[in-house]
């Protein structure tokens, strides 16, 4: 068999690859037959509800579990992060942490266990104020998070005898002196929570040694360790299922320490276990993303093009004290010179976890809107002068495709016929609109990934991958590679993802999904349409390089009566079934897929200004991907991530309890989100020049979801010609920023 | 959610008889739409849950001899929406179009509406109406919380998004129980209390007291609008609200009717602002004085500051609104009409 090089289908060959293809299990997710990890009952299994802290930070003396016990129906309780009789208190630091966990044989025995559990706490301090950086410090709950300055080669090296600092401190002030515009700002933006549909949690039992573990998880192959390490066994006695997950966003990568709990109540009882957190465990302990709060002190010169870039950020990400990543200040941005310092904030909060493109929504929102307050300060167009910036970004490569897309953008949001300076639209009534705009940047590497495929001599196809479906579309990605490479209906190949006992496949996680995928099936099938035409070569007595796959048969290239169907090819194979395990690994070199991409959105919002409430009118977004697989499914990737910068930019934001600590909107009647009328008229573009399919498959899960906040900020500054410092901009922010405007 | 007993009865006296068991937490569900909720988070731990949408008295809109309808507590929003004998009430059906989920608005009541238990996120975490005597409203996080009815400890803002409405259109409400054959006829604003102490409600229902019907008298020719402050669309609560009615001839207003929601523990009636009305033609200046004389007495609390002027607003647009004026904000047809922003040059490459 010749060497199997690996490519993808000619653009105009391809009939699954870049067309519209609807989920195949599309219809099974909108009926209920979909059976996500919530939904599964094992026999005789228990419920298993957890008390969470009800405060921020306390030391938990002791429980009392007599009563819990004495509830009909509840069988074990177990405690998690509470003290046992005659141990020392365990201090907490985060409303919400799980406490004490009752196993029960129903949901309402097992909650009302909980409510009888009777535990003593000594209260501490808390705190949780993470805007306010210097109340942090005054309580000594600031942490050092990193920071660096980059100067002009022309400016010089210190001498010998010079403080590194102090010169450094002189050369940023005369560039300071040096511009011709200076803009200072305070820009910031709240922690929101992942809030996941599915909460987390997992149904799973103990057969003999072995864990069977259904898992809400984006991390199908790799959690087995996590249980191993936490449950003293080895990884190839645990085994792991997820068939569908309701939301995840980068907070299921780990069976969790309730997923832990789970297994030991199992093993304790003898009896399967289904522990899901409740709506508000969710909220408070199930992820979040760390708040980012930044003083920005700029210098442009009289083109606008910013010429130094002096920040000092600050945030929380809970008790572990971190803030958004000090490496992307400013965002996609990279003036000559910078100077850039991050704090972390101690809280008395749940740690943050992987957020949909993690830091990246946080800096764009607080670094590109101090670019839009240039425009604003110069009476320039923010177009204009996001342009003119790009010939000071960290991918310099890049400056084309964004000054590209932000031509498109434009043209579909019409900005030329909606541009005004800031705060100079026409008002009618109390409503002003505005326009806005952000930039983003993504890696979307290729995952490794695994796929075993199956070839029956009957013609039946199936392949294995321990991959998982957050929903995006996997499943239909690997049925659309199998069948294109093969010449056969989507419906002719069997795809099994979901479960650690298949090849292994590579976390769901930064936008690395649709390209391990891609890799591994068209690898997979390649090898085996490889060996197939060998077989067939033979029996047509033609040469292999001259066969196709198409149509559901195999012919002689020009010769379509030279053919043979391909169950006929797999008669061929034999009596036992042809099997190909592909191995792609991360970072390998591959013509199937690539890395990196640009992207921009524009928004357009009405802002009515005597209530403070902020409209979408219409957001734009547009965005390169490489080789686009699924032209469906990526589009709704791009509407959600859209809806999900609205969310973060107008509604979400976890509030804490100045006083207590405590999480007071971890239920959905207060942590607001938005309605479909919220949404305004959403409109995606795929920017893909020959030159972006000719990249091979890019993820695109974080890209879209990370500028739009800025650009809405930036629209609603644009309306108003105040600038609404903090996201999500909430009706009385607005109102309080309008205020203090007017003075 | 603990285990709890259901019972569904068929008529209103059954309904009585298992509310008003002795030792027995009870609870009403009509559509559920807050109580499952509340009954999860354990806030309502009732023995006992009557379920009264089986009862064949309550599942009707009607229209009495004297003109009334009556609108039974088995009624579910989107009935009231489509039912024509409610054409006359403009601004109740502006509220409910206004809740715009159509699972709110196809298994929520109307009554149930009326009854929906205060959203204030330390009530909901299960610390009491009162939170410690306002103290954790004080001292914490009251960006949603009362700017008028708090002096008291009660903090909270009535749920009720339909109340304030159907109270400008002088709505009573029949109540039964908690004995046999007892049955009174209330006004609806009489209904709400601020409670003063831990073991009063926002309401003045005794256990085993039940609301059958809402009692709308005819509205002929009386006007009628409400205007919502909403954060985003749909169900979630609005930051302020109010509503209107009144009589307007050869121009001039007479009996005006004005309610504030989402600003005090009880739907707040604007008497003074309502007074400021009569007399007068209906116009921006106007309706902006009478939003202005509503919040005279407000006292806000460390937080919430701006609801005073959200609650203004919402006052002089459910005026504009009645009177079928434009009222100026993210609603009005103005905002369709074609731009005419100055043109400007761009840079676009």
Known sequence: ?743 | MKNFEYAQPTTESEAVALLTEPKKETAILAGGTDLVGLMKRMVVTADRVVNICEIKSLQQIERDDSGSVWIGAAVCLDEFLDDKNTDEFPSAKQVIQGISSIQLQSQGTLVGELMRRPNCWYFREGHGLLADSGRMVNEGDNRYHAILGNRGPARFVNASRLAPSLITLGAQVRIIGPGKDEEQILDLASLYRTPAADSELENVLQPGQLVTHVIIPAHGDRLSAAYEVRHGEGPDQPLAAAAVSMDVVSGKVQNASIVLGQVAPEPWIASAAARSLCGKVVNEETAAIAGIEALAGAMPLSQNEYKIQLAQVAVKRAVLKAAGYDTGGLDSPMLNEPSASPSLETHIA
């Not at chain 1, 960290?394 to 000054?403: M, R």
């Not at chain 1, 090849?503 to 390649?526: D, I, K, L, M, Y």
């Not at chain 1, 409430?613 to 697989?629: E, F, N, P, S, Y």
């Not at chain 1, 959600?640 to 910068?645: F, K, P, Q, R």
Request: aromatic content about 6%; hydrophobic content about 35%.
């Open chain 1, 1 to 743: 068999m010749a060497e199997v090089t690996y490519s993808w289908p000619e653009n105009h060959k391809a009939r699954l690859i870049g067309k519209r293809i609807s989920r195949l299990d599309g219809m099974e997710k909108s009926t209920g037959t979909a059976k996500y990890t919530y939904d599964i009952n094992l026999p005789k299994q228990l419920i298993v509800r957890a008390l969470g802290c009800p405060h921020a930070h306390c030391r938990v003396i002791s429980v009392d579990a007599s009563a819990a016990e004495r509830v009909a129906g509840v069988v074990l309780v177990h405690m998690i992060k509470a003290p046992g009789p005659g141990d020392d208190p365990v201090e907490i630091r985060a409303d919400g942490t799980l406490l004490v966990a009752v196993a029960a044989e129903t949901e309402a025995a097992a909650a009302e266990g909980v409510s009888k559990l009777k535990v003593k706490y000594e209260l501490l301090e808390s705190f949780v104020d993470d805007h306010d950086l210097q109340a942090a410090e005054a309580k000594k709950r600031t942490k050092k998070a990193g920071g660096g300055i980059e100067l002009d080669e022309a400016l010089g090296e210190p001498g010998d005898d010079d403080d590194e600092e102090e010169w450094e401190e002189q050369k940023v002030q005369e560039l300071f002196a040096q511009s011709k515009y200076v803009v200072e700002g305070n820009y910031g933006i709240d922690t929101i929570t992942h809030c996941c549909l599915e909460p987390h949690g997992s149904t799973l039992h103990w057969e003999g040694d072995r864990l069977k573990v259904n898992l809400s998880t984006q991390n199908v192959s790799r959690t087995d360790d996590g249980y191993a390490d936490a449950l003293k066994i080895s990884a190839d006695e645990v085994d792991v299922h997820c068939e569908y997950i309701g939301g995840g966003f980068g907070s299921k990568f780990k069976p969790d320490y309730w997923g832990i709990t789970a297994a030991e109540i199992a093993k304790k009882t003898g009896r399967p276990i289904k522990f899901l957190l409740t709506r508000d465990q969710e909220l408070k302990i199930g992820g979040n993303r760390p708040s980012g709060f930044i003083d920005v002190k700029l210098g442009a010169d009289e083109n606008g093009v910013v010429q130094v870039w002096d920040s000092h950020h600050w945030g929380t990400s809970g008790f572990n004290g971190s803030t958004v990543s000090v490496g992307n200040f400013p965002y996609v941005f990279r003036p000559k010179n910078w100077r850039r310092r991050a704090t972390g904030i101690i809280t008395d909060n749940e740690p943050s976890v992987a957020w949909r493109a993690p830091n990246h929504p946080q800096a764009c929102a607080i670094t590109q809107t101090a670019y839009d307050d240039l425009a604003a300060k110069m009476q320039a167009d923010s177009l204009d002068i996001f342009l003119r910036n790009l010939e000071n970004i960290d991918s310099p490569e890049k400056s084309l495709v964004y000054a590209e897309q932000l031509r498109i953008a434009a043209d579909l949001i019409d900005w030329r016929k909606h541009w005004h300076l800031h705060g100079k639209g026409n008002r009618r009534g109390s409503v002003v609109e505005g326009l806005g705009i952000g930039i983003h940047k993504w890696g979307g590497t290729a995952n490794s990934s695994n796929c075993l495929l199956k070839i029956h001599p009957d013609g039946g196809v199936e392949s294995y991958c321990g991959t998982q479906d957050l929903g995006t579309g996997t499943r239909t990605i690997c049925a659309m590679v199998l069948a294109e490479t093969l010449g056969l209906p989507i419906d002719a190949v069997k795809v099994n993802i979901g479960s650690s006992t298949y090849p292994f496949s590579g976390a769901s996680g930064g936008s690395t999904t649709v390209g391990a995928v891609s890799e591994s099936h068209r690898r997979a099938a390649q090898e085996v349409l490889a060996q197939i035409f060998d077989l067939v070569a033979g029996k047509l007595e033609v040469p292999a390089d001259k066969l196709e796959a198409s149509n559901g048969s195999i012919s002689v290239v020009g010769y379509s009566d030279k053919s043979m169907s391909w169950k006929q090819a797999c008669s061929l194979i034999g009596i036992q079934p042809l099997e190909v395990t592909s191995i792609y690994k991360r970072g390998d070199d591959s013509p199937l897929s690539s890395s990196n991409v640009a992207g921009c959105q524009m928004a357009r919002v009405a802002v009515d200004t005597d209530t403070g409430v902020v409209k979408i009118i219409k957001m734009v977004a547009v965005q390169d991907m490489g080789l686009v697989m699924n032209r469906k499914t990526a589009e709704s990737q791009i509407y959600g991530a859209l809806i999900m910068s609205i969310a973060a930019a107008l509604f979400e934001q976890r509030i804490n309890d100045p006083k207590t600590g405590a999480f007071i909107n971890s239920e959905l009647d207060n942590y607001r989100l938005p309605r479909l009328g919220d949404t305004g008229e959403l409109v995606v573009h795929f920017h893909e020049p020959e030159s972006e399919r000719a990249r091979g498959v890019i993820g695109l899960g974080e890209p879209p979801a990370i500028s739009g906040g800025a650009a809405i900020a930036n629209a609603v500054c644009n309306a108003t010609g105040v600038r609404v410092p903090t996201l999500p901009l909430t009706p009385k922010r607005v109102l309080d920023a309008l205020r203090t405007a007017k003075g």
